[in-house]
């Protein structure tokens, strides 16, 4: 699984309400509308500054707050390959996995900056700063979850496979 994009930052505590306001998760089921409202609470114009396939980038106990789906829902319709943070809430980072959204544990996260063209490896276990010409060691994911992830989230690795496999 290999990703490219720019890095876009943000700080430690991120929590779920500040991904995706309360003023929208009850309002629509439609991912794609929640999307344009990722993170708006941060930068009014985030959904707007970011391309596909882009990279948030975090510092410590990203996604912390209530257990709803909607926060790595919405930053995965929004075209965000993958979160890479220091650290993860713990429900945050098992709903990422369960709709297929990378959340990647990478100390050293903070030495990324900004706008950082960035070239991720999970099956190496690697973060390429192409900008800064550095390699981060990413902390890895156990072969099952990568499955899940590549057959993108728990639900569709269900209906691949009939069932949860771990083989």
Known sequence: MRFKGR?????????????????????????????KHVLEDLDPEFYKKIGG?????????FGCGS??????LAIKYAG????IAESFARIFYRNSINIGLPAIECNGADEIGGGDLLEVDLEVGVIE????????????????MLRILGDGGLAAHFR????????
Request: net charge positive.
């Open 7 to 35: 890095a876009h930052k943000v700080g430690d505590d991120v929590n779920t309400d500040l991904i995706i306001s309360g003023r929208y998760k009850f309002k629509t089921l439609d991912d794609k509308e929640l999307a």
């Open 53 to 61: 396939g882009d990279f948030i980038v975090a510092g410590r106990n």
């Open 67 to 72: 257990s709803r789906e909607q926060a790595p």
């Open 80 to 83: 965000i390959s993958a979160v």
């Open 129 to 144: 700063d192409k900008t800064i010409d550095k390699k981060l060691n990413v902390k890895p994911m156990p072969d099952f």
């Open 160 to 167: 691949k496979h009939g069932g949860f496999r771990l083989d």
